[in-house]
C-alpha cells in the first residue's frame, strides 16, 4: 500500500478547488477521449489478465530457471526497466538464486556486450529477448550476438528451449523468426505502450524468472487500479500527486528530483525517470525528472539541492520495512568512536539520516518534498505501486495538456543514427 505526505510541500492550496477540473481530466482518462487514448489498455488489463497466458508465463520461467545459471533478458528503455526496477526491490543486490538475471540489449557499448560474453562463458544461458518491432537496433544488436552464441554452444535443436521471445502479436521483424525456430513467444499488446508494459509479459516473465511471485504482483495492481479509480482527487491520492507535482511546476520547479535512500531502489527512479520524461516531455513543456540514492548522493549532490538554484522539488520513494537489517556492533576499543551507535539498526541509522536530510533540504534549503510511503519491498506493493504512477502520470500528462502516450522524439536521434550507421533507406 501507498501513503502520500504532502506536509513537506510549502503550498498553501485547497483540493477542492481543482476538483472539478480533476473529474473532467478523469473523464477523458476513463472513457479515452484524452490525447493518445488508444494506448490505455493498462487501465483494463487488470481485470482482463488471461489464465492461459499467465499459467504459460510460470512454466517457460520455471523451464528457464531449471536448465540456466544466467537468463539474458534483451530491451531497452519500457522493455527491461519496470523488471529490473522490480527485481531490484524486491529480490535486492546480491540476493542468492538458483539463477542470474542479466539485462543487455540497452546499450551499444562494446565494453558491455564483449564482457557480458566472457562472463557468462561456462555457463547455462537463456534469453528472452523483448522488442514489439524486433527493429531497436539496441536490442537487436545484443540479440543476434547472443542469439548466435547461444545456437552455437547448443546446436539448432538445443537452443530452441532457450530463447524467448516477447513481440507483437503479428507484425515485426521477430515473428518470422518466431515461426521459422519455433521458440516460445508472448505477445505485447497492441494498446499498451512500452512504458506500461511492465504489467504485461514483459514484465512478468523475467520477474517469475527471477523467482518473483507474480500473482502477488498482478493483485497489487488490481487493488491499486480499484483504489484509484476514484474521482475525488480529496479520496484519490494518485491525483493529489499529479496535481501537486504541477502546482509546484507553475511555482517555478521544473525538476522533480526522486529520492531513494537503500540502492535496491535505485531502479525504480530510473523507471519513473522514463516514465514521466518521455511522457510529458514534449511540445516544449514537461518536468524534468532526475534521482539521486542518499545518502551516497548527499556527498556530490546535496550541495546543490541544500543551496543551489531553487529549480526542483524533492520525490522521496520511502519502503518502510527493509529487506534485511542488523545491529550496528559495539567495539572495546571505539577507535572509530562509534559506539554511540551501538545496539541501532543499521535500517534505524539510515532513517534518522532520511529524517535529517529531510528537515534540512524542507526547513533550512526551503526545497518543497513530496513523501511517497510504501509499506514494504514486496511483490505485492510493487504492483501496488506502479499503478499509482500509471493514473499519476495519465492525469498529470492532462493537466500539462500533452499526449502522455507517444514519444514522437525520440525517432529524430534514431534516423540519424540509421544514416550514420548506413542503414539502407537513410
Same mark, same amino acid.
Given at each position: 500500500?501507498?501513503? &502520500?505526505?504532502?506536509?513537506?510541500?510549502?503550498?498553501?492550496?485547497?483540493?477542492?478547488?481543482?476538483?472539478?477540473?480533476?473529474?473532467?481530466?478523469?473523464?477523458?482518462?476513463?472513457?479515452?477521449?484524452?490525447?493518445?487514448?488508444?494506448?490505455?489498455? !493498462?487501465?483494463?488489463?487488470?481485470?482482463?489478465?488471461?489464465?492461459?497466458?499467465?499459467?504459460? =508465463?510460470?512454466?517457460?520461467?520455471?523451464?528457464?530457471?531449471?536448465?540456466?545459471?544466467?537468463?539474458?533478458?534483451?530491451?531497452?528503455?519500457?522493455?527491461?526497466?519496470?523488471?529490473?526496477?522490480?527485481?531490484?526491490?524486491?529480490?535486492?543486490?546480491?540476493?542468492?538464486?538458483?539463477?542470474?538475471? =542479466?539485462?543487455?540489449?540497452?546499450?551499444?557499448?562494446?565494453?558491455?556486450?564483449?564482457?557480458?560474453?566472457?562472463?557468462?562463458?561456462?555457463?547455462?544461458?537463456?534469453?528472452?529477448?523483448?522488442?514489439?518491432?524486433?527493429?531497436?537496433?539496441?536490442?537487436? &544488436?545484443?540479440?543476434?550476438?547472443?542469439?548466435?552464441?547461444?545456437?552455437?554452444? *547448443?546446436?539448432?535443436?538445443?537452443?530452441?528451449?532457450?530463447?524467448?521471445?516477447?513481440?507483437?502479436?503479428?507484425?515485426?521483424? +521477430?515473428?518470422?523468426?518466431?515461426?521459422?525456430?519455433?521458440?516460445?513467444?508472448?505477445? =505485447?499488446?497492441?494498446?499498451?505502450?512500452?512504458?506500461?508494459?511492465?504489467?504485461?509479459?514483459?514484465? &512478468?516473465?523475467?520477474?517469475? /524468472?527471477?523467482?518473483?511471485?507474480?500473482?502477488?504482483?498482478?493483485?497489487?495492481?488490481?487493488?491499486?487500479?480499484?483504489?484509484?479509480? $476514484?474521482?475525488? /482527487?480529496?479520496?484519490?491520492?494518485?491525483?493529489?500527486?499529479?496535481?501537486?507535482?504541477?502546482?509546484?511546476?507553475?511555482?517555478? #520547479?521544473?525538476?522533480?528530483? *526522486?529520492?531513494?535512500?537503500?540502492?535496491?531502489?535505485?531502479?525504480?527512479?530510473? !523507471?519513473?525517470?522514463? &516514465?514521466?520524461?518521455?511522457?510529458?516531455?514534449?511540445?516544449?513543456?514537461?518536468?524534468?525528472?532526475?534521482?539521486?540514492?542518499?545518502?551516497?548522493?548527499?556527498?556530490?549532490?546535496?550541495?546543490?539541492?541544500?543551496?543551489?538554484?531553487?529549480?526542483?522539488?524533492?520525490?522521496? /520513494?520511502?519502503?518502510?520495512? @527493509?529487506?534485511?537489517?542488523?545491529?550496528? @556492533?559495539?567495539?572495546?576499543?571505539?577507535?572509530?568512536?562509534?559506539?554511540?551507535?551501538?545496539?541501532?539498526? +543499521?535500517?534505524?541509522?539510515? %532513517?534518522?539520516?532520511?529524517?535529517?536530510?529531510?528537515?534540512?533540504? *524542507?526547513?533550512?534549503?526551503?526545497?518543497? $518534498?513530496?513523501?511517497?510511503?510504501?509499506?514494504?519491498?514486496?511483490?505485492?506493493?510493487?504492483?501496488?505501486?506502479?499503478?499509482?504512477?500509471?493514473?499519476? +502520470?495519465?492525469?498529470?500528462? #492532462?493537466?500539462?495538456?500533452?499526449?502522455?502516450?507517444?514519444?514522437?522524439?525520440?525517432? =529524430?536521434?534514431?534516423? $540519424?543514427?540509421? %544514416?550514420? +550507421?548506413?542503414?539502407?533507406?537513410?
Amino acid at each position: 500500500m501507498i501513503k &502520500l505526505d504532502l506536509s513537506y510541500t510549502g503550498l498553501d492550496y485547497n483540493f477542492q478547488d481543482y476538483s472539478e477540473k480533476i473529474k473532467k481530466i478523469n473523464r477523458d482518462i476513463v472513457e479515452k477521449k484524452g490525447k493518445g487514448s488508444e494506448f490505455t489498455g !493498462w487501465l483494463e488489463l487488470p481485470f482482463n489478465y488471461q489464465d492461459e497466458e499467465i499459467k504459460k =508465463i510460470k512454466e517457460v520461467a520455471s523451464r528457464l530457471r531449471k536448465i540456466s545459471d544466467v537468463v539474458l533478458i534483451c530491451g531497452i528503455g519500457g522493455s527491461y526497466l519496470g523488471a529490473k526496477a522490480a527485481i531490484d526491490m524486491i529480490k535486492g543486490n546480491y540476493y542468492q538464486d538458483d539463477v542470474e538475471v =542479466i539485462f543487455c540489449g540497452n546499450t551499444f557499448s562494446s565494453n558491455e556486450i564483449v564482457r557480458i560474453l566472457k562472463y557468462i562463458e561456462g555457463k547455462e544461458v537463456s534469453i528472452n529477448c523483448i522488442s514489439k518491432s524486433g527493429q531497436t537496433t539496441e536490442t537487436s &544488436l545484443a540479440f543476434r550476438v547472443f542469439r548466435q552464441y547461444i545456437e552455437n554452444k *547448443y546446436g539448432k535443436d538445443g537452443s530452441v528451449e532457450r530463447i524467448v521471445i516477447t513481440t507483437d502479436e503479428k507484425k515485426g521483424l +521477430l515473428r518470422p523468426l518466431i515461426a521459422k525456430k519455433g521458440y516460445d513467444s508472448f505477445v =505485447i499488446p497492441d494498446d499498451i505502450g512500452g512504458r506500461f508494459s511492465v504489467i504485461t509479459a514483459v514484465g &512478468l516473465l523475467p520477474m517469475a /524468472i527471477a523467482g518473483i511471485d507474480i500473482d502477488e504482483f498482478i493483485k497489487g495492481i488490481k487493488d491499486s487500479a480499484i483504489n484509484y479509480s $476514484n474521482e475525488d /482527487i480529496l479520496k484519490n491520492e494518485a491525483y493529489q500527486y499529479a496535481l501537486i507535482r504541477n502546482i509546484l511546476h507553475k511555482k517555478g #520547479y521544473v525538476s522533480e528530483m *526522486y529520492v531513494n535512500y537503500d540502492f535496491t531502489l535505485s531502479s525504480i527512479s530510473e !523507471w519513473l525517470k522514463q &516514465l514521466f520524461g518521455e511522457s510529458e516531455g514534449k511540445d516544449g513543456k514537461g518536468i524534468l525528472p532526475t534521482s539521486v540514492t542518499n545518502s551516497t548522493d548527499l556527498h556530490s549532490m546535496g550541495q546543490f539541492v541544500q543551496e543551489g538554484s531553487k529549480i526542483l522539488f524533492e520525490t522521496i /520513494i520511502n519502503v518502510e520495512e @527493509p529487506l534485511e537489517d542488523m545491529e550496528f @556492533p559495539n567495539d572495546s576499543e571505539n577507535f572509530d568512536e562509534m559506539n554511540y551507535l551501538s545496539g541501532k539498526s +543499521l535500517n534505524w541509522i539510515n %532513517k534518522q539520516a532520511y529524517l535529517a536530510t529531510l528537515a534540512a533540504h *524542507y526547513e533550512i534549503g526551503k526545497v518543497p $518534498n513530496i513523501i511517497i510511503n510504501i509499506d514494504k519491498a514486496d511483490a505485492y506493493n510493487f504492483g501496488y505501486m506502479v499503478y499509482f504512477f500509471f493514473k499519476a +502520470l495519465a492525469m498529470s500528462a #492532462y493537466i500539462l495538456d500533452v499526449n502522455p502516450f507517444d514519444q514522437p522524439g525520440v525517432e =529524430i536521434y534514431k534516423a $540519424n543514427m540509421y %544514416k550514420r +550507421l548506413g542503414k539502407p533507406g537513410y
